[in-house]
């Protein structure tokens, strides 16, 4: 009896422990499973669209120097004018990271200079992408324009004169007076503002003001600024120097690589300032060019 007893113990005492051991098994597995999903949920980010760079010096032609620089067929010795032609190539340690060239030409009317620059961004974080690292590159540049606000922006108060724009770009100031002199402070003055500090869109700029776009600077339409339908995001800049010398950049971004537009134009006569419309319009036409030649 006693024996008999015992057997049915034993069954269940060992049924008890395969149990406890399929239960343990188990609970490693899903351990195991969840380690495994963990190791591949994060996928490192896409590379750019760009893997080389062209070369700047080669990149913008004959027909575009000739417009952008009069004086260039102005030179009378053939080996000095296909000189001018060639550029002068800026130094880089990398071509398929940076390219960048200089021309320079001398007319009766003016001296001119283009600056060109190709930079291919390269995101160093696996979960950074490469054109998200541009992005971040760009909009450095573009805060550093420090560009007015835009025009079309729409202000709260403005009929009793004591409220300021609802939105500004980052770097901007409130157009009321406060800021620093240097900030721009209405939607027509330029990115550095005029000396006088006007904040009255039709405040008269003085001509030797640094950054005045144009002899009428009511006109937003050549004031510093975003550009659509170039590249996946541009801007403008428009700089008058006390000297009457303008500089005209051009920025742009197309996936991982960022393109840069530097025409200055220093008139040869006293008193007299480049026009802003004509740069711009030149300037514009080359960033174009170059967006459709990265392809």
């Not at 760079?53 to 030179?75: K, Y």
Request: charged residues 20%; hydrophobic residues 30%; negative net charge.
């Amino acid at each position: 009896m006693l024996r008999k007893a015992y057997v049915p113990g034993a069954a269940v005492l060992l049924a008890a422990l395969l149990a406890a051991c399929s239960s343990g098994s188990g609970g490693g597995g899903a351990a195991e499973d969840s380690k495994a999903g963990d190791s591949t949920a994060s996928a490192a980010a896409e590379p750019g669209k760009y893997r080389t760079l062209a070369d700047a010096c080669g990149a913008v032609s004959r027909a575009s120097l000739d417009s952008l620089l009069p004086g260039i067929r102005q030179i009378a010795d053939q080996e000095q004018r296909d000189n001018a032609y060639q550029g002068d190539a800026a130094l880089t340690y990398n071509n398929d990271r940076r390219s960048g060239c200089r021309w320079k030409a001398e007319s009766t009317t003016a001296t001119d200079h283009l600056f060109v620059d190709f930079e291919r961004v390269v995101s160093y974080d696996g979960s950074v992408s490469d054109d998200d690292r541009a992005h971040e590159v760009y909009d450095t540049k573009q805060q550093a324009a420090n560009l007015p606000a835009s025009p079309s922006a729409p202000a709260s108060g403005s009929a009793s004169g004591s409220g300021s724009p609802s939105a500004t770009p980052s770097g901007g100031a409130s157009p009321h007076a406060g800021g620093p002199p240097s900030a721009s402070t209405s939607p027509s003055s330029s990115a550095s503002g005029s000396p006088s500090g006007s904040g009255s869109p039709s405040g008269s700029g003085s001509p030797s003001g640094s950054g005045s776009p144009s002899s009428d600077a009511s006109d937003a339409d050549l004031q510093p600024r975003t550009l659509d339908g170039l590249g996946d995001e541009a801007f403008l800049d428009d700089q008058l120097s006390t000297s009457q010398q303008r500089t005209v950049t051009v920025v742009f971004r197309t996936s991982n690589v960022i393109v840069t537009i530097e025409y200055d134009e220093q008139p040869a006569a006293a008193g007299t300032a480049p026009s802003s419309e004509d740069m711009q319009d030149k300037a514009q036409k080359l960033a174009h060019r170059l967006a459709g030649s990265l392809g």
